[in-house]
């Protein structure tokens, strides 16, 4: 089947292959990023064979590809897919906008400079507010701050890292200042410290994210310290467990499996989901060594400890902080695929893990966990003598834009090449080329904020 896709950048836009495809693609990808203040649009780069599963097969594109393409063409994303027709070109549908000849319309570009204008009043607002309590810290400073930190904590696992590093940053640096000017009273002390854990925590994931991981273990340290001032047991606990998160994707199970257990040590009688996470923690170690006597215990453990979970603050804040059940789903499926386990119960666990994070709209979503269920899902396949049901699996993955190929990303992926190096099916042509477009999935650190 020839789309409207396909036909336009044929005919109108003279475009039969990648080379071609791609600068016209980032140019619209930038002009509709500074249209809709979304830098992630920025750094969306199709690869090769994205666009030629989009040419030729028709393959429906994902969500952000989509707008971009919209507003490059000037169609609606289903109008674009629909069957090219033979005679002349359709009107675009008029429920989406203009039509591809007309310049951005005048409201978008009003729309775009009042929503800049916005953030930069925001700032200023921000920073006024903060220095206007010049005695003690005031309860709009704290305030303002305690946003920050519950709308970074929200968006960390939705969002590619470029488009919110920045702003952990900033507010890190001011929650620190705050510490530091011997402003606050002894009861705000302790908000601050949490605050301050949180900030370090996810500036700590961000630079793991980024395959920076000394910087991590520094922050992570840094964490870890700010949590003991603020005497949180679940903080204390989470930052055992983002340690352990750390050394697990640097290849360190050894160091990984300490830090989980250290925690569950340090941090006795939790009922918060956090207690859970170490628990599989420590089982994805322990496979990670091979040991599968201690994947086992520390897999049951995890599940006695779900069944007696009450969720606390941390729980409540959601995201990093926060371990659903989807997520240990998906501990527990990783825990067997590295034991190389891959038998029909846990191909269905892995496909189940897959759907748990099928709603991009549920609060427990998160780009990274999907992206990690469906390798291990590709994995399982692998291990069954799939290797097109493999391929099927790992392909939305390697569809992400650079932006999203964060560390966890990238060694889940780097996993699945090195399965197909194994088996029966390593010799067929499909093998190696799903292999070679794995190797090229990582060039350089793509999450890197820019």
Not at 120 to 141: L, Q, S, Y
Not at 193 to 209: E, P, Y
Not at 328 to 356: D, F, K, M
Request: charged fraction near 25%.
């Amino acid at each position: 089947m020839r789309t409207l896709f396909r036909r336009l950048l044929e005919e109108r836009e003279g475009i039969t292959d990648h080379r071609a495809f791609l600068p016209r693609f980032k140019a619209a990808a930038c002009d509709l990023a500074d249209l809709e203040q979304d830098p992630g649009l920025k750094a969306l780069e199709p690869a090769l064979s994205t666009f030629e599963a989009w040419f030729y097969n028709g393959r429906f594109p994902q969500s952000a590809a989509r707008r971009v393409i919209s507003h490059w063409l000037g169609y609606s994303i289903q109008q674009l897919w629909n069957p090219a027709p033979d005679g002349p070109l359709p009107a675009p549908d008029p429920l989406f906008g203009t039509a591809p000849t007309t310049s951005r319309p005048e409201t978008g570009a009003v729309l775009h400079e009042m929503r800049r204008t916005a953030e930069m009043a925001a700032k200023r607002a921000r920073d006024f507010a903060m220095g206007a309590e010049r005695g003690n810290i005031g309860p709009e400073t704290l305030g303002l701050l305690r946003d920050r930190v519950e709308n970074i904590v929200t968006q960390y696992p939705r969002v590619p890292l470029p488009t919110i590093w920045d702003e952990i940053a900033e507010a890190q640096d001011d929650c620190f200042r705050l510490i530091e000017s011997g402003r606050a009273r002894p009861s705000q002390t302790r908000e601050l410290h949490v605050l301050a854990t949180l900030l370090a925590f996810h500036m700590a994931k961000g630079c793991h994210d980024m395959g920076d991981p000394k910087n991590a273990m520094i922050q992570a340290r840094a964490a870890g310290v700010c949590a003991q001032q603020a005497e949180h047991p679940g903080l204390i606990a989470l930052t055992f467990g983002l340690k352990s998160l750390i050394t697990y994707w640097s290849g360190k199970g050894t160091e990984a499996l300490h830090y989980a257990r250290q925690g569950m040590t340090e941090c006795p009688g939790l009922r918060g989901t956090a207690a859970v996470w170490l628990a599989g923690l420590e089982a994805r170690a322990a496979a990670l060594l091979g040991d599968e006597g201690a994947t086992r215990t520390a897999t049951r453990r995890a599940q006695e400890l779900r069944e007696q979970v009450q969720y606390d603050d941390l729980d409540r804040l959601g995201g990093l902080l926060t371990f659903p059940e989807s997520k240990h789903l998906y501990y527990t499926v990783e825990s067997e695929v590295l034991l190389g386990n891959g038998n029909t119960r846990i191909a269905a666990l892995a496909q189940e893990a897959v759907q748990a994070f099928s709603n991009s709209e549920a609060p427990d979503w998160a780009f990274g966990d999907l992206a990690g269920a469906q390798c291990n899902l590709a994995l399982t396949r692998l291990y069954g003598g799939e290797l097109d049901g493999a391929a099927e699996a790992i392909r939305p993955v390697l569809d992400l834009g650079p932006a999203h190929r964060n560390r966890g990303i990238i060694v889940s992926a780097d996993r699945v090449g090195a399965a197909l190096l194994r088996g029966p099916a390593r010799d067929a042509a499909a093998a190696r080329d799903l292999r070679a477009e794995i190797e090229a999935y990582s060039p350089g650190r793509p999450a890197l904020p820019r």
